[in-house]
């Protein structure tokens, strides 16, 4: 069963950091592909970054690329979004995801749409 449980989301300035985590269940863990997406108030969905969990690839959305981390630690079965210089346009809810396909998807299109996603945290960002 897929289970994912984001925290770590609240209010930042702009400039901040914030990391986010998300606790994933064995089976969604057991994934090739965790990640995040977001949804701004009154946007569509992007995806944010992903990680191939098996050979540790990583992949970012060009508006957060220098900016975002995303990591994972196979021991707790969590995965992190470690944010910094934070900007206006970043706030939005974070959705932890997983993309239940093999791993040479893992990052591409609207990868979340092909698994599932935890309730979402939301970050905002203001100066």
């Known amino acids: 069963q897929v289970q994912l449980e984001e925290s770590g989301g609240g209010p930042a300035q702009v400039g901040g950091s914030l990391r986010l985590s998300c606790s994933a269940s064995?089976?969604?863990?057991?994934?090739?592909?965790l990640g995040w997406f977001r949804q701004a108030p009154g946007q569509g969905r992007e995806g944010v970054a992903a990680?191939?969990?098996?050979?540790?690839?990583?992949y970012y959305a060009d508006s957060v690329k220098g900016r975002f981390t995303i990591s994972h630690d196979n021991a707790k079965k969590q995965v992190y979004l470690k944010m910094n210089s934070l900007k206006p346009e970043d706030t939005a809810v974070y959705f932890c995801?997983?993309?239940?396909?093999?791993?040479?998807?893992?990052?591409?299109?609207?990868?979340?749409?092909?698994?599932?996603w935890g309730q979402g945290t939301l970050v905002t960002v203001s100066s």
């Open positions: 990680v191939a969990t098996g050979g540790g690839e990583t």
């Open positions: 995801a997983v993309d239940l396909r093999s791993a040479e998807n893992c990052g591409s299109g609207s990868w979340w749409e092909f698994g599932d």
């Open positions: 064995p089976y969604a863990y057991a994934s090739d592909c």
